[in-house]
């Protein structure tokens, strides 16, 4: 199985300053015949169930604010929120759907400094 | 509306079933492919299972492979779960999720669309 690991656990950072959460796999996500990366990224705020906010590592989903971007390839991923907003504490995921089971990493919590 | 709503989830002893279910609607239910995953307590996500659109491929986590099945009957726009051998530790929250492509050779496993979650609470 495929190991995703989040950096750091928790994170706490200023209104309007940028928030860097990494994301390594332990094996490459990268399938060079579509070249593409199979990382998405998640939010998640309590009570609910996860949002999707990226896919193929770097793609933003519909309606997602373009404050947060993906970018990353192979085993080592980033998710940038550039400039932190109250609603987006939350805690945040990366999972990869390269080959199943698709994993989870283990999530990094992010809140307001 | 585009909306999946999971529900089954209870209170079951050890060594006790219980199944699953999820209801689609707004969406081309048999050109997805269907995944469950689950949330301890206080805990992370974890993936459980998957489905293509067509029911022929199915994909477990090591931790419930022989013990949970998954299904769907696209006539009723329908995925299940169904849970055997429930140990303390499948305690969770169910979410299933909607992925856009179908199968295995249509790579789009990312998961776009979740349900509310149901929860299932194994103990004695």
């Known amino acids: 199985d495929i190991v995703m690991t989040q950096s750091p656990d928790s994170l706490a950072v200023s209104l309007g300053e940028r928030a860097t959460i990494n994301c390594k796999s332990s094996?490459?996500?990268?399938?060079?015949?579509?070249?593409?990366?199979?990382l998405a990224w998640f939010q998640q705020k309590p009570g609910h169930p996860p949002k999707l906010l990226i896919y193929w590592a770097s793609t933003r989903e519909s309606g997602v604010p373009d404050r947060f971007s993906g970018s990353g390839s192979g085993t080592d991923f980033t998710l940038t929120i550039s400039s932190l907003q109250a609603e987006d504490v939350a805690v945040y995921y990366c999972h990869h759907y390269y080959s199943a089971p698709h994993t989870f990493g283990q999530g990094t919590r992010l809140e307001i400094k | 509306e585009v909306q999946l709503l999971d529900s089954g989830g209870d209170l079951v002893q050890p060594g006790g079933s219980l199944r699953l279910s999820c209801a689609a609607s707004?969406?081309?239910?048999?050109?997805?492919?269907m995944t469950w995953v689950r949330q301890a307590p206080g805990k992370g996500l974890e993936w459980v299972s998957g489905?293509?659109?067509?029911?022929?491929?199915?994909y477990y986590a090591e931790s419930v492979k022989g013990r949970f099945t998954i299904s769907r009957d696209n006539s009723k726009n329908r995925l299940y779960l169904q849970m055997n051998s429930l140990r303390a530790e499948d305690t969770a929250v169910y979410y299933c999720a909607k992925c856009p492509g179908s199968s295995s050779s249509d790579p789009d496993w990312y998961l776009d669309l979740w349900g509310r979650g149901t929860l299932v609470t194994v103990t004695s």
């Open positions: 094996q490459t996500l990268f399938y060079s015949p579509n070249n593409k990366n199979y």
């Open positions: 707004g969406i081309a239910f048999s050109s997805h492919a």
């Open positions: 489905i293509s659109g067509r029911g022929d491929e199915t």
